[in-house]
């Protein structure tokens, strides 16, 4: 037969892409290198709306044309997370290495969970230097993930799959003789339940323990719930502690909540998605010193290492429980001694997720160009700017602190006494959406003992204090808008 056109996705016209790839690489930097003059964020037109809804294209356009396209419709109505002051919720700024070595990874594109390359020994070298980050011990093993919500569940399930002579890997939770219970407090983050919930103990099996004046689980609370549960015949199986809970910032106590584990045989795992990295802080890391006797440990990197989305990471201390856990070994995936199969032992083995990108590459490459002492110094910053924050509230008669600060999160509010409770929330929130639509800053809000507060968490390598003092001199400008003081 006639041999048929050869087809690819590879550029006609290579010297053209290529052209373009720089203007691209050269439009970011443009970006970030003005992004603290630009405003943080504005409102999407409904024709970008409908641009963006648009059914799949059948022909071909021009590479230069998509890109026309994107710097149309989408590059100008960003989040705003790369901005100094992006305060919501809580995520990182990313770098411009981490962003570079995210194209050098996709360029590469190795599926990295199997084989023999170079990928495979720099997720490796990651995760050892995870370990030291946290203090964890060398034989601790560990796992780059998506992000905090799966290393969460990562961990939980080998703490599930590790319970009990019961083999629940194998015959499931039936297998138990009773309902496994699992404790955090009202205050950890939502991902939690929701693990809970997969792995199949159902969000009934969620003990929510309450906190005291500081944010933090009631330890006696905690104690007493676990004797009910062992004395109604279940079985109590983990405890799930928050070094810097999403609301507040706020750390369990966990020494106490070590001890307790201990004392009842129970997993101890530790949620530090935001706050773990607080460890490099001296101000904190005694009081985080227990992360490195956990059974388990789940962080983010793309909120307090900075690097661009996605990766969280889970270290576990007994990496035999967590390979058996997880380790199953189909024929299309035997492992050689030599050659492309060969090399160290299947990233699969220790997680859900079969391939994997070289998320690895960006943390490797920030590590190297700043080295651990910068990061601790930039964390510490952080941490210093949300204390400079709370001098400036209440050091000011409009605004009002509604939690102690803890690591970088700050939250507060504006006050004026003849305002009841439901118009100051009205208030506080008509300000938070104007700091946003005028581009000014994005704080994000919360309920805090049936209030409603402006919330500021700070992982941004951008902020500088003095942006701490434009946020203030701003809410109280709008502030004051609103209602004339
Ligand atoms: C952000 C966060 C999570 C979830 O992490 P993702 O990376 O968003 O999946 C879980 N727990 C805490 C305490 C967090 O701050």
Not at 255 to 281: C, N, T, V
Not at 423 to 433: A, C, D, G, S, T
Request: charged letters at 25%; hydrophobic letters at 40%.
């Amino acid at each position: 037969m006639n041999k048929p056109q050869d087809l690819t996705l590879d550029p006609e016209n290579w010297d053209q892409m290529r052209a373009l790839g720089h203007q691209m690489i050269d439009d970011l930097f443009d970006y970030w290198q003005s992004i603290r003059e630009q405003k943080i964020w504005r409102p999407i037109p409904e024709e970008v709306k409908d641009f963006l809804n648009l059914p799949i294209p059948e022909n071909a356009q021009p590479a230069e044309e998509v890109y026309a396209d994107f710097k149309n419709y989408v590059f100008p109505y960003n989040k705003g997370n790369v901005h100094p002051r992006f305060f919501a919720w809580i995520q990182g700024t990313g770098t411009p290495m981490g962003v570079l070595a995210d194209l050098l990874a996709s360029g590469m594109n190795p599926n990295t969970t199997i084989g023999e390359h170079s990928a495979m020994y720099v997720d490796r070298q990651v995760v050892n230097w995870c370990k030291q980050l946290m203090n964890f011990p060398a034989e601790a093993s560990g796992i780059l993930v998506s992000g905090g919500s799966m290393a969460n569940i990562t961990a939980l399930t080998v703490a599930r799959n590790s319970f009990g002579e019961e083999k629940i890997r194998q015959r499931g939770l039936k297998a138990a003789s009773a309902q496994l219970v699992l404790y955090c407090s009202v205050e950890t983050h939502s991902c939690i339940q929701k693990a809970a919930e997969i792995i199949g103990l159902g969000s009934e099996a969620v003990r929510k323990i309450g906190v005291d004046d500081q944010f933090q689980m009631d330890v006696l609370e905690l104690e007493s719930q676990i004797q009910d549960d062992l004395n109604q015949g279940l079985l109590p199986f983990c405890v799930v502690g928050t070094s810097g809970t999403v609301n507040t910032g706020a750390i369990d106590p966990l020494e106490e909540l070590l001890a307790i584990s201990k004392k009842y045989g129970l997993w101890f795992h530790i949620d530090g998605a935001y706050g773990a990295l607080a460890k490099l802080d001296p101000a904190y890391s005694s009081r985080l010193k227990a992360i490195e006797s956990a059974d388990s440990l789940a962080f983010d990197l793309h909120k307090w290492l900075y690097v661009p989305y996605e990766v969280g990471c889970t270290l576990i201390r007994d990496a035999d429980k967590h390979r058996e856990a997880f380790a199953i070994t189909p024929n299309y995936l035997l492992q050689e001694s030599r050659g492309l199969s060969g090399g160290l032992d299947s990233i699969n083995n220790y997680g859900f997720e079969l391939s994997r990108g070289f998320k690895a590459l960006k943390i490797w490459m920030s590590l190297k160009e700043h080295g651990r002492e910068k990061y601790a110094n930039m964390i510490a910053q952080n941490n210093q700017q949300a204390a400079y924050l709370a001098s400036l509230v209440e050091g000011h008669p409009d605004l009002e602190l509604m939690a102690p600060v803890s690591m970088s999160i700050t939250c507060f509010r504006m006050i004026k006494p003849d305002l009841d409770e439901s118009q100051l929330k009205e208030l506080n929130r008509e300000i938070l959406l104007r700091l946003q639509e005028e581009g000014i800053a994005s704080p994000s809000s919360t309920i805090l003992n049936g209030k409603y507060t402006l919330r500021i968490a700070n992982v941004n390598q951008r902020t500088r204090m003095e942006d701490m003092d434009i946020l203030v001199r701003e809410v109280v400008r709008i502030g004051k808008e609103i209602h004339s003081f």
